[in-house]
C-alpha cells in the first residue's frame, strides 16, 4: 500500500513566494517519489471563511489548478480536484463538528488572527480547522505536506480523529502527521518579516505573486524592509534579511554559510538584485507553462483534469463517510 499524501491551497488570490517554497515546490518533488500516492486540491470551501468577489473567485479556482500543473504538479501522477466538487469534504464536516470542542477552535491562531479583520466573525471561519480535519481523513491520509501555519490545523485533526475512533473504539480514521520542510516552513511578508507572506495582504508590496513580472518581483524585493546594518548576516536580530536569505537559499539551493560568503562586504542593494534575480529566474518557466494553460484552447483540458480528479476522490470519500455515518448509528442508503 503506497502511503497517502494529501494537502490544498485556498483560491483567495495567485500563489505566492511563501504557497510555493512552502507548500507547492514539496508537493513536486514528492510526487517523484513511488511510495507516495498525492491528492491536491483546491481549497474553494475554504476560501469563503473571508469575503470573496464571485467573479474572482471562479477565475482564481482555475487559476490555482493551472498554478499547479505549472509549478510541476503532474496530474497523470496526481489526483488534482476542486474541493466543493465532492460533497462528502463538507458532510463530514459537520459530522466532525460534534466531536470537536469549541475550547480548541478558540485556541486557533489563524483563528484569531483573521477574526481580528473581520467585523462580524464568521462561524465558517471558526469552523476552518474542522473542515480542513474532514480534507484529510476522507482519505486516509499518512502525510499532509504544509508549511508552519497550518501545524495547529493537523495537530486538532489529530486530536479529532483520535477522539472519533476511540469513542466508537474502532480504527475509522488513520492519524496523519505534518510534512513540513523546515528551511521553507515560514516566508515572511517583505513589508513586516515579523508576518508571513499571505496572498490576501492588503498590501501588495508585502508578498510575491506566482505571476509577478521580473521588473515587479524587483521592485517589491527592493522595497522589501531591512535594518540599516548593511551586512548580510543570518540573525533573528535581523528579520528582514534573514528572510531574504532564506528566499536566496531555497530558490538558488545555496547553504546559508555559502550566502553570507558571497555576500561579503557587499551592501543590501547589491543583495536585493541577486535575490530578487534568482526569484525572477525561479518563477519564469513556472509563467511561460502557466500563459499556455491559459489559453483559450486549453480550457477543456484543465475542466477534464478537474472532473477526473473529482471522480477519482468522490469514490474513495464516499466510502470513508459511510464508514463513519455506520460507527455513528445512522442507517446509510
Ligand atoms: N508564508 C508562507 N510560508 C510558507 N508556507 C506558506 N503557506 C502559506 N503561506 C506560507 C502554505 O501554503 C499552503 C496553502 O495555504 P492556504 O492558501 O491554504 O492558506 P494560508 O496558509 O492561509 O495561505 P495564505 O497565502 O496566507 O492565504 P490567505 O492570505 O488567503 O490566508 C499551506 O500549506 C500553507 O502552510
Redo the contacts with the bound molecule.
Keep these: 500500500m503506497k502511503k497517502q499524501i494529501i494537502?490544498?491551497?485556498?483560491p483567495?488570490?495567485i500563489l505566492?513566494l511563501?504557497?510555493y517554497?512552502?507548500?507547492l515546490r514539496n508537493w513536486v518533488k514528492i510526487q517523484d517519489e513511488e511510495e507516495y500516492e498525492c491528492k491536491f486540491f483546491v481549497?474553494d470551501l475554504?476560501?469563503i471563511t473571508?469575503s470573496q468577489n464571485p467573479e474572482n473567485l471562479r477565475n482564481n479556482i482555475k487559476s490555482i489548478v493551472m498554478q499547479y500543473i505549472a509549478s510541476g504538479i503532474d496530474p497523470e501522477k496526481n489526483t488534482i480536484f476542486i474541493q466543493s466538487h465532492v460533497h462528502e469534504h463538507s458532510e463530514l464536516a459537520w459530522l466532525l463538528n460534534n466531536y470537536t470542542y469549541i475550547g480548541e477552535l478558540n485556541r486557533m491562531t489563524?483563528f484569531k488572527d483573521?477574526s481580528k479583520k473581520q467585523e462580524n466573525v464568521k462561524v465558517g471561519l471558526f469552523d476552518y480547522p474542522v473542515l480542513m480535519a474532514a480534507d484529510i481523513l476522507l482519505y486516509d491520509a499518512d502525510y499532509v505536506?504544509?508549511?508552519?501555519?497550518?501545524r495547529q490545523h493537523l495537530e486538532i485533526t489529530r486530536d479529532i480523529a483520535q477522539r472519533f475512533n476511540s469513542t466508537y473504539n474502532k480504527e475509522i480514521f488513520k492519524i496523519p502527521e505534518a510534512l513540513i520542510t523546515k528551511s521553507?516552513?515560514?516566508?515572511?511578508s517583505l513589508q513586516d518579516p515579523t508576518k508571513?507572506?499571505?496572498?490576501?495582504?492588503e498590501n501588495k508590496d508585502g508578498f510575491i505573486s506566482l505571476l509577478d513580472p521580473r521588473e515587479v518581483i524587483e521592485k517589491k524585493v527592493k522595497r522589501a524592509v531591512t535594518d540599516s546594518e548593511n551586512v548580510i548576516k543570518y540573525s533573528d536580530e535581523k528579520p528582514g534579511i534573514k528572510n531574504l536569505i532564506n528566499i536566496y537559499s531555497a530558490v538558488t539551493d545555496k547553504n546559508i554559510e555559502e550566502i553570507e560568503k558571497e555576500f561579503e562586504g557587499v551592501g543590501y542593494g547589491k543583495f536585493k538584485q541577486a535575490v530578487a534575480g534568482a526569484i525572477a529566474d525561479t518563477l519564469e518557466p513556472i509563467q511561460a507553462k502557466y500563459n499556455e494553460l491559459a489559453l483559450p484552447e486549453n480550457n477543456e483540458y484543465i475542466e477534464n483534469i478537474c472532473r477526473k480528479g473529482a471522480e477519482v476522490a468522490q469514490k474513495i470519500a464516499k466510502e470513508k463517510l459511510k464508514e463513519v455515518q455506520e460507527a455513528i448509528g445512522f442507517i446509510t442508503k
Excluded at 494537502?7 to 485556498?10: A, M, N, P, Y
Excluded at 521553507?184 to 515572511?188: D, G, H, N, Q, Y
Excluded at 508571513?196 to 495582504?201: I, R, T
Design positions: 494537502s490544498g491551497v485556498q483567495s488570490g505566492t511563501g504557497n517554497l512552502g507548500a481549497a475554504h476560501s473571508v489563524q483573521k505536506p504544509v508549511g508552519e501555519d497550518q521553507t516552513a515560514r516566508i515572511m508571513k507572506m499571505s496572498k490576501s495582504d
